[in-house]
């Protein structure tokens, strides 16, 4: 095979590689987990293995820590006043959560866990692979990424709404400082945010899938 058609073939790949991942996550969130609860392995692990073919590591990824402090030095002010833009109306409408200190604080760090390994598949994976995918349309790899996250909440149209602005934002700042601490910290604040100020009425206690149903 010649050079010239080496990487429209591997454009597909990473294309395929994408919608593949993509349907297996839909499969495990609305029926797999429920009879093969541990079937999220073998899909970290496809995960894993693309890495592997793509010579991917830690830093190319974005986690290696000693880029860290550039993300935070300069984003941390944004996502201070995108958390006093939820606090606050909580705050107003005397919607937040009676939870203890002690519980609020455990979440928040069970939240911020959650949000880097959801940051790492959104962004270290997905935007990868869409990249690669859509070398001549960079521009639309945000969007797609945002459509992404927000699919992946179905039915939660509250969640939805979240998720596709927030995939959007989230894969344009990995993609300029490659940084999924960052994000995933971020993540973790407004995602246990959310959780703190929405009345279930609305956020439907975060269930996604069929447990959407169940509220």
């Given amino acids: 095979m010649s050079s010239s058609d080496a990487s429209p073939q591997r454009s597909w790949r990473a294309g395929a590689e994408a919608a593949v991942v993509f349907c297996l996550i839909l499969a495990y969130i609305w029926r797999l987990r429920f009879s093969h609860p541990f079937s999220w392995v073998p899909i970290l692990l496809l995960i894993v293995v693309s890495h592997l073919y793509h010579g991917e590591t830690l830093e190319t990824l974005g986690l290696r820590w000693g880029v860290a402090p550039r993300g ?11 958390a006093l833009a939820l606090l606050i109306p909580g705050l107003v409408f005397n919607t937040i959560r009676d939870v203890s200190w002690r519980v609020a604080l455990s979440g928040f760090a069970l939240y911020c866990v959650w949000g880097l390994f959801q940051q790492y598949v959104l962004n270290g994976f ?3 692979r869409l990249s690669a995918f859509l070398p001549h349309r960079s521009e639309a790899v945000p969007i797609l990424a945002g459509i992404t996250f927000s699919l992946a909440h179905l039915p939660n149209w509250f969640l939805m709404i979240f998720s596709l602005a927030g995939g959007y934002v989230c894969a344009a700042i990995y993609r300029k400082y490659r940084n999924l601490y960052f994000l995933g910290l971020a993540h973790g604040v ?24 169940s509220m």
């Fill in 72 to 82: 935070f030095r300069e984003l941390s002010t944004t996502l201070v006043l995108a």
């Fill in 126 to 128: 997905f935007v990868n």
């Fill in 190 to 213: 407004i995602g246990f945010l959310i959780y703190l100020v929405a009345p279930d009425t609305l956020s439907h206690h975060l269930y996604v899938g069929p447990k959407w149903f």
